[in-house]
């Protein structure tokens, strides 16, 4: 899915939460997202007061602001929902990850916890299933 320049410009205007929800929307409406991975192919995680985050966005435009400095040797990696759900759910539940949804520019995402996100997201799903989307 390629963004339009101003919507990209738009969207990284937005504070984290207001991204969040536009994050929530497109992955219910296109049903994949996107991650990264290091130069192993393993999940990129961060560290924030003791806390490990895997990071996500809707679309690869958005992460190459966050693929500087520490994150030179990380590439995105395009997932569909059951690729969540087989692939990255195991490891966030066995390792009590968080999921830090659209850090952009040296920026934060918006920190939620597996059961936030599924729940949102599943939320939204059925919104878009019951044509209200």
Known sequence: MKIHPKEIENVLKL???ERYKYFIRKVADFEEFWT???????LGVS??????LISVWTAEDFIK???KDNWKNHAPIKM????????ITPIILENNYLIAVFPVNNKSGFIVTFDEFVKD?????EQYESGNG
């Open 65 to 67: 602001s966050t693929l």
């Open 36 to 42: 990264i991975v290091d130069d192993k192919g393993d």
């Open 15 to 17: 504070e984290p939460f």
């Open 80 to 87: 569909t929902l059951d690729d969540f759900e087989e692939l």
């Open 121 to 125: 997201l599943n939320e939204e799903l």
């Open 47 to 52: 560290i924030v007061n003791n806390k490990t």
